[in-house]
Structures are given as C-alpha cells and as structure tokens.
Nanobody, 121 residues
Framework: QVQLVESGGGLVQAGGSLRLSCVAS????????MGWYRQAPGKQRELVTT???????NYADSVKGRFTISLDNAKNTVYLQMNSLEPEDTAVYYC???????????????WGQGTQVTVSS
C-alpha cells in the first residue's frame, strides 16, 4: 500500500515563504509524475505544479516565478518551495503521485491527506 505524507504547512505573513514536503512510501516500483494541488474554501481543487521523474515541470500561471517544485527520486520525496506568498495562496495543499507499486506494474494515482497553508495580509 502506498502512502503520501505531506508536511511543512502553516501560517505565514504575505511576502513570506514556506516549504512543503511529501514523502511517498510503500512498495514503489517507479514514479511517473508527482505534483501539488490546492483547494481553497468554496473552490474546486486546482493544479499548482507537477514534475516528472526526469525533471520536467509544469506550473499554474498564478504561481510561476514564485513557487518551485523539486523531486528527490532516491527518497521518493517531492518538495514545493513557495516564496512571495499571497493571501490568495491560502488553501489546503495536496500531494499527488502517479506511480507504479506492488507486484503489478500499473500506473495509479495516489493522494496525500493535505496540509493547510494560510497566508495573512
């Protein structure tokens, strides 16, 4: 069974920084893509950023230039460095992984439990 555990959320003032981490554990065979999504109160979950195992990245326009995603394949860990945070970044941030695990090689999606990020003005 695969588990994704996020950490690093919290309360920060506008203009500040936070670093989120997400560790994938279990019988992982290979990671395809990992990423971060967020959901603000009353809104749908939205893509923040993704990174492939080869290092290709994709960012939502709203976070380009402020957020940086990175992946440590050896540790099955994805990081999200968030700088110049804005109140609009307030949301629950969810880690997502598309990976193969267990005895059958098949790509599947997994989600973490979420970590709260609150940016005060």
């Amino acid at each position: 069974q695969v588990q994704l555990v996020e950490s690093g959320g919290g309360l920060v003032q506008a203009g500040g920084s936070l670093r989120l981490s997400c560790v994938a554990s279990g019988r992982i065979l290979r990671i395809n893509v990992m990423g971060w999504y967020r959901q603000a109160p009353g809104k749908q979950r939205e893509l923040v950023t993704t990174i492939t195992s080869s290092g290709s990245t994709n960012y939502a326009d709203s976070v380009k230039g402020r957020f940086t995603i990175s992946l440590d394949n050896a540790k099955n860990t994805v990081y999200l460095q968030m700088n110049s945070l804005e109140p609009e970044d307030t949301a629950v941030y969810y880690c997502n992984a598309n990976l193969a695990a267990g005895s059958i090689f098949r790509w599947r999606d997994y989600w973490g439990q979420g970590t709260q990020v609150t940016v005060s003005s």
